[in-house]
């Protein structure tokens, strides 16, 4: 996966200065990426996502630091050898950066609009994908276990938060600290992109991702992510979630069905997890574990009504104006005539209501073509994960607004899926 050149020599290895300190500025990014939130940023008297400051402040620190480390492993690689590595091994990538530029054009110079979001939304992600490829194995294996460790730690705190009124990160509306929203911000800082983020760990804990861990371990790990979940309270994070496990698991009772040997120690293990979380799950329903989680089932405080309302976004508009460069005046008029107070519901809707049809469209080109080279780089294992973030972030504004999310799923997909690191499957069957 490395875009660096090497060649087998003698121990010890002499590092080159330019490699280590952009090996470093790269998990530098990643800790800040994961463990600075823009709670975090807002709690600590940096308006990153309200009114007011310094334009500088609008930029995630994450982002400053992927630029750094990209421009590093530039000196280190040489830029000339980084770009044709990228255009002969990673072409997507640039396909991606023509596509983020032209974005970028329609934002500033047509619509009028501050670049951040594009930057912290698309350019970071970009930048810390070549970042991360151009790491040598030993740096990426500690990343990969202190990712683990992470998410271990992300839903410890997240249950704590559910049963106390502890919080981590503090919530902010319109400036003020919400009191009454009970789900867990816990080391991301929003309910949603924890659900989210947990959503994704488990799935590649599902797949090739947990082949690493032997099966206790990897079934406790499951379990304990799982029930965290709840303290999130996503609520299409976690249906989405349970429907692809089920699917997956239905998937592995065909094939075994179809003749694929099996390990008798894994399907009893299998058997003892499903009926574990059975029993655990009804016994904390009947215990009210639950209610707050539930009741988010019963009062989505209008989502689902503005999910339906949002399609008539562009009543009154010429086709030419839908085309080419929405009136966002008259997109703003239509979501206050249709009470669309949570805002636009769906990033695919709103990146046609900002840019227009012929910029999203050619600017998702550009994303698939991204999206094909993180799979190209660790393999098939990447599809149920991306196919996850894209599914659930399309319920909500997501990367149509400024956010950092696409980064994380592409950092955690590219580091827990890195095949260096899986073990080979083995299908051998167990005697009885």
Known sequence: MSLVATTPVRRPIRIPWPIGLASALTVLCLLVLFFVSSGVLEASGIRYGSPGGSPLSKFHPATYLALAALGLWAIAIGPGRLLAALAAQRPGTLIFALAILLLTFQTAV????????????????????VSISSLRAPATERLLIGMHLFFLLNSTIGYLEYLTPFRLTPTYEHGEIVTYDWRATALLGHPLVNALATGTYLLILTGPGGRRFDMPLRAALLIYSLGAMVAFGGRAATVALLGLLAVRGGLEIARILAGRPFRLRGALLGILFLTGIAIAGSLLVQAGAFDSFLS???????????????????DGMNLRDVFFAPDLEHIASNQRRLDLAIGIESFVVAFFAYYGVVTTVLFFLGLAAFCTEIVRTVGLAALLP?????VITSTSTGIANKTIDFAL???????????????AETDKPAAC
């Open 110 to 129: 047509v619509q009028k609009l501050p670049i951040s979001a594009i930057v912290d939304t698309f350019v970071l992600p970009l930048a810390l994908f």
């Open 296 to 314: 988010r089932f019963e009062n989505d405080y209008g989502s689902a009504a503005t999910r339906v309302a949002m399609f008539s976004i562009f």
């Open 386 to 390: 991306l196919a996850y973030y894209f």
């Open 409 to 423: 799923i592409m950092a955690m997909i590219m580091i827990l899926l890195d095949r260096r690191f899986i073990p």
